[in-house]
C-alpha cells in the first residue's frame, strides 16, 4: 500500500512558477514509477510527467515539454513537480500517482495509487 499526499498548488499568474511536492508512504518506492496527472473542469483527467523511481528516468507529456520538470528525493521519499511558464490552460487539479513498475512511459497506461489531488489556477 502506498499512501500520497500532495502540497504545492495555488494561484499564479500566467508566466509564474510553481513547485508541487507528493509525499509518499512506503518502506520502498524501487519498483515504483511515479508522476503527475491532471485534470481540467469539464475534461478527463490526463498524463503529465513520470519518472521511473530506481533509474530517475522521466517521461513527460507533449505540452509541457521545456517547461515542467519532474524529480524525486529518495532521502525524502517525495516527488516534485517544478512548472515554469504556466499558461492558463494548465489550470486543474494535480493528482500524484504511482504504478508499479520500471518504465516512467507506462505510468500512463494505469494507476495503482492515487493521491487526493491539489489545484493549481492560472489567471489569464
Known amino acids: 500500500q502506498v499512501q500520497l499526499v500532495e502540497s504545492g498548488g495555488g494561484l499564479v499568474e500566467n508566466g509564474g512558477s510553481l513547485r508541487l511536492s507528493c509525499a509518499a508512504s512506503a518502506r520502498t518506492l524501487t519498483n515504483y514509477i511515479m508522476g503527475w496527472f491532471r485534470q481540467a473542469p469539464g475534461k478527463e483527467r490526463e498524463f503529465v510527467a513520470g519518472?521511473?523511481?530506481?533509474?530517475?528516468?522521466?517521461n513527460y507529456t507533449d505540452s509541457v515539454k521545456g517547461r515542467f520538470t519532474i524529480s524525486r528525493d529518495n532521502a525524502k521519499k517525495t516527488v516534485e513537480l517544478l512548472m515554469n511558464n504556466l499558461k492558463p490552460e494548465d489550470t486543474a487539479v494535480y493528482y500524484c500517482?504511482?504504478?508499479?513498475?520500471?518504465?516512467?512511459?507506462?505510468?500512463?497506461?494505469?494507476?495503482?495509487?492515487w493521491g487526493k489531488g491539489t489545484l493549481v489556477t492560472v489567471s489569464s
Open positions: 500517482a504511482a504504478r508499479r513498475g520500471d518504465q516512467a512511459a507506462s505510468l500512463r497506461l494505469g494507476v495503482n495509487y
Open positions: 519518472i521511473t523511481w530506481a533509474t530517475g528516468r522521466m
